[in-house]
């Protein structure tokens, strides 16, 4: 793997870990926003739904404003964003009261604008930083993964050691990651980057009418909502719906769903070659979908195992699908990368709000098929997933018989 700027890169990687601290750090206190301000599963569900629907909103903005702005400049908003928001989430019982719902949705909502603009310029600063597209992306997307290990593990052990009574703190804590990656961005030149293609409105709309790049949209949207369902709720299902302490809920559940899926964008996307894609996506859909079967039907140990792995099964799949359609469209500059981040975020969105409805439906109903009602709850919307990783997974083998079918076309023309 060549990078033809490496303060870029290794910016960037800070930043995707940035992200992930943005976007996981809410859902390590669902339990606690229950429990302690009576916040239900549906309003967190919801939050986690309106952080990826203004995330979305994001990238459609970044689809008319990415090539007229300096990717530094949009770096480096987004992450003092991001700082502000996580901020203001923080303060929420202090500034809003009882009304804490309230200051929740502002302070995720601001911070997910900043989520929302470094998913769609860090993407494009890798693809043009590196010679090696597929091979550097899963490595620099390897790089949230290693951010949701941290935000997981050090939020955890200090919950642990401090106690809830002190999670303002904890959390406030995690500014200095996006104020150091600030900092790093301030001494990095873009301006030896490989320069993109002018995109133009035709470009735009080309790749919006071609049947391949609308389903590499809908395979990242099942990617998106896949992941997320897992990242999102899976300290909750641990620790209220299997009983499992928190602590060890977090470690063996979430963290190790962090960790699998830093490791496995980290050791297989690094020697993934571009003619083994497709295969790779089709066996990450299948597997996915075999995890969820044990988080919603097996016992507490298969569902710890089935979360863990679902980190690993999923790893490969936002990287590569942008791989993919990049590769088919190199010359569609970064308007390709924005739509999709607008189809992945969608998936971000629907996915983990599902789930988070379902639950509080069957608790509403009553049902008791599995040993308590949230148990019941929390098992039944995470079964949501399955139809998810098979979508994606059909979508995959749509797209490698596409491409083969182009790829013989090609060979007979030439």
Known sequence: MSIVNKKAYIASCMSSSCQAVTINLPALLFVMFNVKYGVNYTQLGALVLISFIIQLLVDLIMVKIAD???PKLIVSVSLLTSILGIVIFTLSPNIFGENIYIGLLIGVGIASIGAGALETIVSPIV?????????????????????????VLLTTVA??????DMWQIIAVSWVILPLIAFIFWQFSDLSNLQKEEESTD????????????????????????VEQIVAQWSSAFMEAGLGIPKIYGDL?????FALMLALGRMLIGSHISKDKVYVA???????SAICFVLMAFGGNILACIGCAFAGFSISLAWPTSVSIASNKYPKAGTILFAF???????GCSVGPYLTGLISDISIQNGWMIFGNQNETGLRIGLAVGIIFAIIFAIVSFVLYKLDRRDRMIDEKTT
């Open 68 to 70: 007229k702005l300096s």
């Open 127 to 151: 693809a043009y930083s590196s010679e090696n597209e597929p091979k550097a992306m899963n490595i620099a997307h390897s790089f949230y993964g290693w951010g949701q290990v941290a935000v």
């Open 159 to 164: 919950l642990l050691i401090f106690g809830y």
């Open 202 to 225: 035709s470009h735009k709309k080309s790749i919006l009418t071609q049947p391949f790049f609308l389903l590499c949209i809908l395979m990242i949207f099942g990617c998106g909502a």
């Open 252 to 256: 063996f559940g979430t963290l190790m």
């Open 281 to 287: 996506m089709i066996i990450s859909g299948v597997a």
């Open 340 to 346: 999709m981040a607008v189809g992945g975020d969608i």
